[in-house]
C-alpha cells in the first residue's frame, strides 16, 4: 500500500473528521481524499512535477495527488523565488527515476549545490511505520507542523498522522509563537510536535510557563536535526514531566533510522535510541555510522558517482560517527570534518559546547577551530548571552567540566550564532583559511 491507499481508506473509515487545519481552512478526510481524486487527472504518469510546497490544503492535496497519478513529486521551498524554480524545471525535463519512486527531495547544504534524493513508495511506508510503531502515533492525536513542509523533518511527520487517521495542524514557522499555543489550545486532545534544538531552547528561554500551563496536552515532542544538548533535555523535562521526549537519528538520505525517549529511561545526551523495525545500524571503521533497511534512498538524481560514494551493498555510509552501547542504542559522537585536533587529541565540538550550555547565561555558542602561532591547532568558542559576561568566569567553569585539552583556547562574545535553515550549526561557516 501507499500513503495514498492509507488516505482513500481513512476517508471511509473518518469521512467527517478533520484531516488538516491550516490557519482558516479546515478539511476533512472525505473532503481532502475527493480533492486528491480530482487534482491527480491534471498530472499524466511518470511525469516529475515540482511545486512550491505551502502551509496549506491546496499544496497538501496536490502532493498526494502527483502520487496518485503515479508521477513524481518534487516539493520545493515555499519561498522559492521564480528564476529558481524556473531552473529546478529545466534542470528535471530530462531526469528519469526507476519504477516505485514516489519523491525527488533537495537537500539544502551550507555551500554547494543541491542534491536532488531519490525516494520510493516503499521508503516513505517504512518511514511511516517506523514512527507510528516507536513513537506511537494514535488517531486521536493532533500533530503541529511548523517547519519547511519540503523537507524530511516535516514532512515525515504527514505521513504516521494520514496513516493512523490523525489530524494535522499546520503552521508557518515559530516566529509568531502565539499560533504555536493557539494549536495546542484548540486540539481536541492531546498534541504532538516535532521541534529543531534551536526552537526547544527558545521555548524553554522565552515562554517556559507557556508551555508548561499546557503540559498535560503534550503527548509528546520529538527532536532532531542537530543535537539537543542535555541542558535544554533536562530543563524540558522539568517543564513537561509526563511527556514522551524524544531524540531521533534520520536524515533524507537514510530515512527515519532511530529514535530514545529520554524522559522514560535515562537522559543521555546525545543518545538516539535503538534502531526501529525496518532499520539497522552498523558501526564501521573510525566509527562511521552504517545505515541499512526499507527507509533507505533509492540514489541522487543524476548522480551516480555521488550515490556510489554513499550508497552500498544496500547500506549508507554516512559522514556520523557514533557507538553502540551493551543495550543495542546509538550514541552520536559528531561527524566527520568536525572533529578539533588539538595536540594529537581528538575533540568533539559538540562535549565542549554542551558544558558552556550548562551555564545559564550563555544561550547559545559554537566551538570552533583556531590558529595559534605557537599550538598550531587550538579551539575557540563564540557565545551569545543577554549581558556582558566575565570570560574567566566562563574558563573556570569549563576546567571543572572537561580535560584541559578539550579547553578552548579563546573566548569571544558575539550578538549571533549561524545557523543553517533547519538549526544546525553552521560549523562551515567559521572555518578559518
Known amino acids: 500500500m501507499t500513503i495514498e491507499d492509507y488516505l482513500a481508506k481513512n476517508a471511509e473509515l473518518y469521512p467527517d473528521k478533520v484531516v488538516v487545519v491550516c490557519g482558516e481552512e479546515r478539511c476533512t478526510y472525505k473532503e481532502l481524499w475527493h480533492k486528491v481524486a480530482v487534482k491527480s487527472h491534471d498530472y499524466d504518469g511518470r511525469e516529475i512535477i515540482p511545486f512550491r510546497f505551502t502551509p496549506s490544503v491546496e499544496s497538501l492535496a496536490t502532493y498526494f495527488a502527483i502520487h496518485q497519478a503515479n508521477s513524481v513529486a518534487v516539493p520545493l521551498d515555499k519561498d522559492l523565488p521564480e528564476p529558481l524554480f524556473q531552473d529546478f524545471k529545466k534542470e528535471l525535463q530530462h531526469v528519469t527515476v526507476p519504477k516505485g519512486t514516489a519523491d525527488i527531495l533537495y537537500t539544502t547544504g551550507t555551500t554547494g549545490k543541491s542534491k536532488g534524493v531519490i525516494i520510493s513508495h516503499d521508503t516513505i511506508v517504512a518511514n511511516t511505520e517506523n514512527l507510528v510503531d516507536r513513537l506511537e502515533y494514535t488517531p486521536d492525536l493532533t500533530f503541529i507542523i511548523n517547519g519547511p513542509l519540503n523537507h524530511i523533518g516535516s514532512l515525515s511527520k504527514i505521513y504516521p498522522v494520514i496513516y493512523t487517521g490523525g489530524t494535522l495542524y499546520i503552521i508557518n514557522g515559530m516566529k509568531d509563537i502565539k ?193 595559534h602561532p605557537l599550538l598550531g591547532n587550538c579551539m575557540r568558542l563564540l557565545f551569545t548571552s543577554d549581558s556582558k559576561i566575565n570570560i574567566r568566569e566562563i574558563a573556570e567553569f569549563m576546567k571543572e567540566h572537561l580535560e584541559s585539552y578539550k579547553l578552548p583556547t579563546y573566548f569571544k562574545q558575539v550578538d549571533s550564532i549561524k545557523r543553517t535553515f533547519n538549526g544546525k550549526l553552521d560549523r562551515k561557516a567559521y572555518v578559518e583559511s
Open 179 to 371: 499560533l504555536f499555543f493557539d494549536a495546542i489550545d484548540k486540539a481536541p486532545g492531546k498534541v504532538a510536535t516535532f521541534l529543531v534544538p534551536t526552537s526547544i531552547r527558545m521555548l524553554l528561554q522565552m515562554f517556559r510557563k507557556d508551555l508548561a500551563v499546557r503540559a498535560d496536552k503534550i503527548d509528546f515532542i520529538e527532536a532532531g536535526a542537530a543535537p539537543l544538548f542535555k541542558a535544554d533535555m533536562e530543563n524540558l523535562m522539568q517543564v513537561l514531566p509526563d511527556s514522551r521526549l524524544y531524540n531521533t537519528y534520520a536524515s533524507t538520505e537514510t530515512g527515519i533510522i532511530a529514535s530514545y525517549n529520554y524522559n522514560g529511561d535515562e537522559c543521555i545526551e546525545n543518545c538516539l535510541g535503538t534502531p526501529m523495525k525496518h532499520s539497522q545500524i552498523t558501526i564501521g571503521e573510525g566509527g562511521q555510522i552504517i545505515c541499512s533497511g526499507r527507509t533507505l534512498m533509492t540514489g541522487y538524481v543524476n548522480d551516480s558517482k555521488l550515490t556510489d560514494s554513499v550508497l552500498r551493498d544496500g547500506k549508507i555510509y554516512t559522514a556520523d560517527i557514533g557507538e553502540i552501547d551493551e543495550k543495542g542504542r546509538l550514541h552520536l559522537k559528531g561527524r566527520k570534518g568536525d572533529v578539533i585536533n588539538v595536540g594529537g587529541f581528538k575533540v568533539s565540538p559538540v562535549e565542549v559546547e554542551s558544558v558552556a550550555l550548562m551555564l545559564p547565561y550563555i544561550k547559545d555558542c559554537i566551538c570552533v577551530n583556531a590558529k
